[in-house]
């Protein structure tokens, strides 16, 4: 089985929205996926909630079982789950170290600022202690329509210190409004810009999964 973490040490990235509709797109791509919520605040287990549909799978893990992550994931794959998504919190945790060690690749959604990408260097900081140089990825969230040369400037930056995912993804009412009816953009728009970047996101992002040896 496979562990995708989305992972950074900022809230406000849409790291949440990006989990959900990521598990969605691999779940409609043939993937048996689970999506599990490590964020205290709870949100993608929310989302879980509120969802009609069996697939992905939404589970919470609290703190009391965060120390048992690695048996956990194990446990999933005789169950037959091919893909866990891990959401994280948005600030440096046990809890997120130990999703950043499981992951087969950790996703670092970062917006077009340079607060930002300020803030993503912790992260980046953590994931080379724990020799993940080549198991990491950025992904530019909540970029201006159209070609602006702030999304530009952040691309050229985030390229500088690690692989950059493909497609940046717009803003897009589509994603707050897919996460409020309990849905992946895939879902509930899926002719729309925003569910193609998606689909186009969880391409890339299988892609460098099946390249990455752990």
Known sequence: MRTLTLVTQKGGTGKTTLAASLAVAAAESGERVIALDLDPQGSLAAWGD????????????????????????????????TL?????????STGGNLAMQAATLALIPARPSRLDLQATMPTIETLMRFGMRDRFAFVLNQCPAGRSSRGIEAA?????????????????????????????????????KAAEEVRALWAWTDRKMKGTKT
């Open 84 to 92: 866990a998504i891990l959401d994280t919190a948005g600030v440096a």
């Open 156 to 192: 050229n930056g985030l390229g500088m210190f690690g692989v950059l995912a493909k497609p940046a993804l717009t803003q897009r009412a589509d994603h707050q409004d897919a996460l409020a009816a309990g849905q992946g953009v895939t879902e509930f728009a899926r002719g729309g």
């Open 50 to 81: 509120m969802r009609d549909a069996d697939s992905p799978a939404v589970d919470r893990l609290g703190p009391d079982r965060l120390g048992d992550l690695t048996a956990i994931l194990a446990a999933l794959e005789t169950q037959g789950f």
